[in-house]
């Protein structure tokens, strides 16, 4: 019988990191959301750029 193991992957960006009022500011969201982002993704600059630019590119605006 063939065991399947579940493993959990926590994704690790390089490169520099966002402190949560830098995020905040740069973006010029709201805490409450900007907390949320940072639980589910982490502080990577990368990721959160790229994420943002994605929601920006959905939503139409710049």
Do not use: C, N, Q
């Amino acid at each position: 019988m063939t065991e399947i193991k579940h493993v959990e992957r926590k994704r690790r960006a390089g490169g520099e990191a966002y402190t949560l009022e830098a995020f905040i500011e740069k973006y010029d969201i709201d805490p409450e959301e900007a907390t949320d982002l940072f639980t589910r993704f982490g502080p990577s600059k990368i990721e959160l750029d790229l994420l943002m630019a994605a929601k920006r590119a959905k939503s139409g605006s710049k």
